[in-house]
């Protein structure tokens, strides 16, 4: 929960094998539980408020939806102390993709966890999405990664790490997450103009 999700690549929606899903949201929910939330300027907060009081209230609306639409809350899911703009951080198990937490775009400490079956299934789910910015899959087997990998609709894919960005590497989105590319090769074409010139030559006996 980089930034505490205010991340505009934040992996919110977290696709969980079924083999491994109990014990993913187990692990889940005690990593959230464990994150010590306060002041940033202390060197022991981990987890911290949110930007203002419209992005608060907006997480807030976020987290109340889910419960309404039938997500089990696994952590957090309120208000921490009673001054600025905490949030505990937020896990939900059991989402389904129609929900509004799998479909928009957060941008809070809320971690959805999605379980599948198949690759194919969870390639096709994952990219039923109008955004595109960036994806991950963490995986022991590199021809399952390259494979998924390929087929994410997703201008930034990491294999197993997250949200890893360098000044050489082009960073942009599919979709509705944007047009161009920032960093790299790509980026210094966006500050260039393309000019066409057509010269006619003339015949020799002209």
């Given at each position: ?9 934040a992996g ?15 692990l889940?929910?005690m ?19 949110q ?61 959805s ?17 109008n ?49 161009g ?9 966006e ?16």
């Open positions: 929960m980089a930034n505490h999700g205010q991340n505009c690549c919110s929606r977290t696709f969980v094998h079924e083999k491994i899903y109990d014990e993913f949201v187990k889940s929910k990593q959230a539980e464990n994150r010590i939330v306060g002041d940033p300027w202390d060197d022991i907060t981990m987890h911290s408020a930007v203002d009081d419209k992005q608060f209230k907006k997480v807030m609306e976020y987290v109340e939806s889910a419960k309404a639409e039938g997500a089990v809350l696994q952590a957090g899911g309120c208000r921490y102390g009673d001054k600025g703009y905490f949030i505990k951080p937020t896990v939900f198990s059991d989402v389904k993709d129609d929900m509004r937490i799998a479909r928009e775009e957060i941008f809070g400490p809320v971690q966890i999605i379980k599948f079956s198949s690759l194919d299934e969870v390639v096709q789910r994952a990219n039923a999405t955004y595109g910015l960036a994806a991950g899959v963490f995986t022991s087997n590199i021809n399952t990664a390259l494979m998924v990998a390929q087929k994410m609709k997703a201008g930034s894919m990491w294999i197993n790490c997250y949200d890893i960005v360098t000044p050489q590497t082009p960073f942009g989105g599919y979709k509705m997450s944007g047009q590319r920032e960093l790299g090769e790509y980026a210094l074409k500050y260039t103009e393309v000019k066409t010139i057509t010269i006619k030559v003339p015949e020799k006996n002209s």
